[in-house]
């Protein structure tokens, strides 16, 4: 015979009839606020990180602890290192800056020898000889020609300027730049020059009775400057 319960439902009798029924288990209980962790000023409220346990937070952070381990990052060596590469630049390139600088102060000036100077006594030059101790200094041969006159021959090629050289076994000046040629007294007879070498003053001082030559003023052949007293010492 059923039974009907409080709420109009009938169950039915029989064995058992009166056990009770199984219940459902019951839901967690909610953290009490004891339990709650309890977040930092500035992180909000149920931050994960926070909230997991502290040696998972510990592993989460130690990649970003050791960042600089992978050469991402710059030591205070390397930092060291780049300062001093730096400064050995700025100074290399101040260094240069003050070269130029110094270099353009200083004006180019070509320091040539003088144009009068002195050469010895007039009998140190002996008769037919051509004296080449002052063209590798001034640029001149002393020659005491044949008739006795001491002339200073400059040591200029009159084609296009190069230092002629006294060739002794040939009794000539020669060119070696377009080859040509002069006689011992200074006269062209070959190659594309177009005259012959000029000469230089030249003259006793009274003081010292020594021989002075002056580049300064010279003398050309085809001008019939060589007759000139001033170009040639008579020799006694």
Known sequence: ???????????????????????????????????????????PPGNPVMIAPRADREAAAAPAAAAPADGKGVSRRGLFSWAAAGWVGFSAAIGG??????????????????TEFKV????????????????????VWIV??????LVAIIAVCTHLGCPPNWLAPLNKFKCPCHGSGYYKSGINFEGPTPR?????????????????????????????????????????
Request: net charge negative.
């Open 196 to 236: 012959p070498l000029e000469r230089a003053a030249i003259w006793v001082d009274p003081d010292d009775g020594q021989v002075v030559v002056d580049k300064s003023r010279k003398f050309r052949w085809e001008l019939g400057q060589w007759d000139d007293p001033a170009s040639f010492i008579k020799m006694g």
């Open 1 to 43: 015979m059923a039974d009907e319960s409080t709420d109009g439902t009938k169950t039915p009798a029989g064995p058992g009839a009166g056990a009770a029924k199984p219940s459902a288990p019951a839901p967690p209980a909610a953290p009490t606020a004891a339990q709650r962790p309890v977040p930092k000023p500035h992180e």
């Open 97 to 114: 800056c003050m070269t130029a600088f110094g270099r353009f102060m200083i004006p180019n000036v070509l320091y040539e020898p003088p």
């Open 120 to 139: 010895g006594k007039p009998e140190d030059f002996p008769k037919g000889v051509v004296d080449e101790r002052f063209k590798e200094s001034n640029g």
């Open 144 to 149: 005491r020609e044949d008739d006795n006159h």
